[in-house]
Nanobody
Framework: QAQLVESGGGLVQAGGSLRLSCATS????????MGWFRRAPGKEREFVAA????????YYADSLKGRFTISWDNAKNTVSLQMNSLKPEDTAVYYC?????????????????WGQGTQVTVSS
C-alpha cells in the first residue's frame, strides 16, 4: 500500500518561503504522477502542482506559476514543493497525492491515494 507523509508546514509571514516534503514508499514507486493540492478555509481542495515521471513533465496552477516549484529527489524518495513569496491567500492544508492513471493530471478525482496533509499559515 502506498504511503505518503507530508512535512514542512508551519507559520510564516507574507513574503516568506517554505519547502514542503512528501516522503513516499510502497505503490507510490509505480505511480503515473505525483501531485500537490490544497484546501483553504471555506473552500474545496484545488490543484497546486504535479510531476509526471514518463514522459517527464511538471504542471502548475496558472496563479502559482513562478512562485511554486515541484521537484523529485531520488536519494530521498521525496516529492517537494518549494513555495516562495507566500501570500495570506496561500494559507491552506497542503496534500500530497499519487496518481496511477493517465489523463486529468490537475483533477482531484483522478488521484488514488492521499497523505494526511500539512498546515501552511501565512500571516500579515
Amino acid at each position: 500500500q502506498a504511503q505518503l507523509v507530508e512535512s514542512g508546514g508551519g507559520l510564516v509571514q507574507a513574503g516568506g518561503s517554505l519547502r514542503l516534503s512528501c516522503a513516499t514508499s510502497g505503490r507510490t514507486f509505480s505511480s503515473y504522477a505525483m501531485g500537490w493540492f490544497r484546501r483553504a478555509p471555506g473552500k474545496e481542495r484545488e490543484f497546486v502542482a504535479a510531476i509526471r515521471w514518463s514522459p517527464f513533465n511538471t504542471y502548475y496552477a496558472d496563479s502559482l506559476k513562478g512562485r511554486f516549484t515541484i521537484s523529485w529527489d531520488n536519494a530521498k524518495n521525496t516529492v517537494s514543493l518549494q513555495m516562495n513569496s507566500l501570500k495570506p491567500e496561500d494559507t491552506a492544508v497542503y496534500y500530497c497525492a499519487a496518481k496511477y492513471s493517465s489523463g486529468g493530471i490537475n483533477s482531484e478525482s483522478t488521484y488514488d491515494h492521499w497523505g494526511q496533509g500539512t498546515q501552511v499559515t501565512v500571516s500579515s
